[in-house]
């Protein structure tokens, strides 16, 4: 009898301890997975920290060349070339990032017509890069709404020799949605990005996402998708819907006036920085907010936060662009800001040479940055 129950005692004993161990291992497996849920939220909402452990890619994308893209697409880069950085700009995004597109348009204001450097320079598109030159078109337009102006021009615009507006408005009404379109992918590009690799990441983002809009950098949590959360516009890719949504939206706005459009923008040069402010506001910012947030995208952190607390850009911080460019392959430089751009040139030429060899003035944008 005592045997017995000294036989029961240890089975008894031995399922507490496999009860104690398979609770033990629950615990355990729960927080490695609380742990990865926090490691992921830290990468992806707070990536942006400079020093952090930044791990590429942030959202899937940034994928490699390799997605297949069937649908038809344009390329609108407004250019403004007042200088040779900018058109060294230009130059690396028809090598780097042209190659896909069916049609690429260089928009830009009507004086640059008449401007013999910049006619050389499209002919030397020609004779460099015949496969971009043979998909290209030049436009000019009369521009007072800065890039964004370009942009709007050339979707909307017949264009020059009798060629139908990119984008058509629905039959007898004023909406850009539901109108038709030869193209069903559109990407916006300015002349302050320089491309340092080869990469056609932005559609391949657009067509695994099934986004209305997929945009190089973001602000904010791009997870949840706080207040605070917008997308930047110097590079951005739409699908056909997006690119009618903003047509509709941000396109009819013609006449910028800071106090009525804008009444909370200040600024100490009454003349510039009020009405450039309202336009980034009006044209950038405001954009996100018009798509559902699964529809629209950031690829990569476009801040972190400074030392009093304030966000600080990729274009005006150095070691950030170096940390985004080595841990998560950063496509861009911004030659806007020439102190971090003379930077990037000297530190790593590499970067700025990879999508300008074929460029005729490197020599002459060294000579503007002072090298």
Request: charged share 25%; proline share 5%.
């Amino acid at each position: 009898m005592t045997t017995m129950m000294h036989k029961k005692s240890r089975k008894q004993s031995q399922k507490t301890k496999t009860m104690q161990l398979l609770f033990a291992s629950i615990i355990v497996i729960h927080l490695i997975f609380f742990n990865i849920i926090l490691l992921k939220d830290n990468v992806t909402s707070t990536g942006a920290t400079l020093h952090s452990s930044l791990s590429p890619p942030l959202l899937s994308p940034p994928l490699s060349s390799s997605f297949p893209n069937k649908k038809k697409s344009v390329l609108v880069i407004a250019i403004s070339p007042n200088s040779h950085l900018r058109y060294a700009a230009t130059w690396s995004i028809l090598q780097c990032f042209a190659s896909e597109f069916d049609k690429i348009i260089i928009a830009s204001p009507k004086p640059y017509k008449l401007s013999p450097e910049f006619q050389i320079f499209i002919q030397k598109v020609h004779d460099r890069m015949p496969e971009i030159g043979s998909s290209l078109e030049v436009h000019y337009f009369k521009n007072l709404r800065y890039d964004f102006g370009l942009w709007c021009d050339a979707l909307t615009n017949d264009l020059d020799n009798g060629v139908t507006s990119i984008l058509q408005k629905k039959s007898n009404e004023s909406s850009y949605i539901g109108g038709r379109s030869e193209y069903d992918q559109f990407m916006l590009i300015n002349d302050s990005m320089m491309a340092v690799k080869k990469s056609n990441e932005f559609l391949d983002a657009l067509e695994k996402r099934n986004a209305d809009l997929i945009s190089l950098s973001y602000w904010g949590n791009n997870v949840d998708r706080n207040d605070g959360f917008w997308v930047e516009s110097p590079l951005r890719v739409f699908s056909l819907r997006g690119i009618q949504m903003y047509a509709d939206e941000i396109c009819p706005w013609y006449t910028i006036d800071t106090y009525v459009d804008c009444p909370w923008v200040k600024g100490n040069n009454i003349q510039f920085r009020p009405k450039k402010k309202c336009i980034v506001d009006k044209t950038e910012v405001r954009v996100a907010k018009l798509y559902p947030p699964d529809k629209v995208f950031g690829l990569y952190p476009g801040s972190f936060d400074g030392k009093d607390g304030k966000k600080v850009s990729w274009v005006s911080e150095y070691k950030f662009y170096e940390e985004l460019r080595d841990k998560m392959s950063f496509p861009v430089t911004k030659v806007s800001n020439k102190e971090v751009f003379k930077m990037v040139r000297e530190l790593r030429p590499e970067d700025t040479n990879e999508c300008s060899s074929l460029y005729y003035q490197m020599i002459e944008v060294d000579k503007e940055l002072g090298i």
